[in-house]
């Protein structure tokens, strides 16, 4: 573009105000700046204007090569895209002309997030919208990016390979395969170019792109009364082996010795923590990358969040029987069930239902809740020792111990256990409702008590 082209966009577009909405002025290379190139970038391509303001009057920029080449370095880097760059200088002064071509195929991102042209104005796209864009096209696991193949890790490639050839599912051949032509083979490279799913699985440092792309760990005394604060980061099995770590030493572990040698007891079975973090992390909402995985370990219970509900088709009831899976990043979800860590098949709630169960602990509980995901996980807060901390007599603590073992009972067993009148096992047994350790069941000769199993 020379001066007089310059001049004549100025003056058109001064003249029509906001009747191009394919040109921007920018004074100077600030967030609108970048914001107005994703925009264009994203709609129907477009020219922004560094070093004019909005009356249509040149104001100049740095006449030297070394701004100009960290404005170019700054698109390419915060942006990913390669425009067309131009310097015209008028009148002594100097501004920057930014060719933008649309982005038909991949969406564009400044900054983690995903801008629009509205008419002539740059509007930050709703989740909503994102989506609608983005389904027409491709898993956000399988959207190319522009980062250089030096960003993966070729260790982390390695280990992976390892792993899924001593569980037998990749051939042993895979160990001498060239890593370009492993990822080609696994949809993480496509034409050249790496996937969002490659940088998050195999990245140097995943959260340089993706900030949010993590996970949170906490460790509460009470709602509001934080005890400890620590962050997973990583690529994705980084991530996996620093949240489960994090989160022994949030569990509390108790002996327990049936026969002549002592058995560690968790206060959760550590295959279904290990799969609830799992599928945290493969089936979380990828296109929202505002948010992050949350796990926070009360007293009580954990409560893992990832951000995104399910996937159409799917209901909360589904996850606690046989289901479809219905796979929201195929391509992470494949490179984790190689590696060993997890099935396709949809089965990853059916094995948390399986294990608690195993250990003698409440299902763990399934919500869709503030936009997103939850597991909630029950600790076992009927055993001896929390149940004399709660101030109970021994009678009760028997009682409680017995509906355990039994999954019931009633108040002739109470009275027969305790020694007591009919009136005053019905006292204890109301305290024990009262304290919501019991729950009443039935009317008449079905009348009993059973556990009430979760506790928040």
């Known amino acids: 573009m020379d001066v007089d082209e310059l001049k004549k966009l100025l003056a058109d577009k001064t003249a029509k105000r906001d009747e191009l909405p394919d040109v921007e002025f920018k004074e100077s290379a600030d967030r609108t700046f970048f914001e107005s190139i994703c925009s264009l970038a994203n709609a129907w391509g477009g020219v922004v204007v560094l070093g004019v303001d909005k009356h249509g009057a040149i104001v100049g920029v740095p006449p030297t090569s070394e701004y100009l080449d960290k404005v170019t370095n700054q698109i390419v880097s915060l942006l990913s895209i390669h425009p067309k760059i131009e310097v015209v200088d008028s009148e002594g002064k100097r501004a920057v002309v930014v060719t933008v071509d649309a982005s038909p195929d991949v969406l564009i991102s400044y900054r983690g997030?995903?801008?629009?042209?509205?008419?002539?104005?740059?509007?930050?796209?709703?989740?909503?919208?994102?989506?609608?864009?983005?389904?027409?096209?491709?898993?956000?696991?399988?959207?190319?990016?522009?980062?250089?193949?030096?960003?993966?890790?070729?260790?982390?490639?390695?280990?992976?390979?390892?792993?899924?050839?001593?569980?037998?599912?990749?051939?042993?051949?895979?160990?001498?395969?060239?890593?370009?032509?492993?990822?080609?083979?696994?949809?993480?490279?496509?034409?050249?170019?790496?996937?969002?799913?490659?940088?998050?699985?195999?990245?140097?440092?995943?959260?340089?792109?993706?900030?949010?792309?993590?996970?949170?760990?906490?460790?509460?005394?009470?709602?509001?009364?934080?005890?400890?604060?620590?962050?997973?980061?990583?690529?994705?099995?980084?991530?996996?082996?620093?949240?489960?770590?994090?989160?022994?030493?949030?569990?509390?572990?108790?002996?327990?010795?049936?026969?002549?040698?002592?058995?560690?007891?968790?206060?959760?079975?550590?295959?279904?923590?290990?799969?609830?973090?799992?599928?945290?992390?493969?089936?979380?909402?990828?296109?929202?990358?505002?948010?992050?995985?949350?796990?926070?370990?009360?007293?009580?219970?954990?409560?893992?969040?990832?951000?995104g509900g399910l996937p159409d088709g799917l209901t909360v009831e589904d996850l606690k029987r046989d289901h479809k899976s219905i796979g929201r990043n195929p391509l992470i979800a494949r490179v984790l069930r190689l590696a060993g860590y997890a099935e396709e098949y949809g089965t990853g709630t059916l094995r948390m239902l399986e294990e608690m169960k195993k250990a003698g602990l409440p299902e763990p509980e399934f919500k869709e809740e503030m936009g997103g995901f939850s597991v909630y996980l029950y600790k076992d807060i009927y055993t001896e020792d929390h149940l004399n901390g709660l101030g109970l007599s021994e009678r009760q603590i028997v009682g409680v111990l017995q509906t355990k073992k039994h999954g019931r009972i009633t108040n002739k067993k109470y009275r027969e256990l305790a020694g007591l009148s009919d009136e005053g096992a019905r006292t204890d047994l109301s305290d024990l409702v009262r304290r919501g350790l019991l729950e009443p069941r039935g009317k008449g000769r079905n009348a009993h008590y059973v556990l009430v199993r979760r506790q928040s």
Not at 118 to 138: C, F, N, P, W, Y
Not at 235 to 248: C, G, S, W
Not at 251 to 260: G, L
């Open 113 to 307: 997030k995903y801008w629009e042209r509205v008419g002539a104005t740059d509007r930050r796209m709703s989740q909503a919208r994102l989506r609608e864009r983005l389904i027409r096209t491709k898993t956000w696991d399988a959207l190319p990016t522009e980062y250089p193949i030096d960003e993966i890790d070729d260790g982390a490639i390695s280990r992976f390979i390892k792993e899924a050839v001593t569980k037998e599912r990749l051939p042993r051949e895979s160990v001498s395969e060239n890593y370009e032509m492993l990822l080609e083979k696994l949809n993480l490279l496509v034409d050249g170019k790496l996937t969002n799913g490659a940088l998050l699985l195999f990245g140097k440092n995943p959260q340089k792109y993706y900030v949010n792309l993590r996970i949170r760990l906490g460790r509460f005394k009470t709602a509001t009364e934080i005890i400890d604060d620590q962050w997973a980061d990583g690529n994705v099995f980084h991530q996996l082996e620093r949240a489960l770590t994090i989160l022994q030493q949030y569990v509390s572990v108790r002996y327990r010795i049936e026969t002549i040698e002592r058995e560690d007891v968790r206060e959760y079975p550590f295959p279904a923590l290990r799969e609830a973090v799992v599928n945290a992390l493969m089936h979380r909402d990828y296109f929202n990358i505002a948010n992050f995985i949350q796990i926070n370990a009360y007293d009580d219970h954990l409560w893992i969040s990832n951000p």
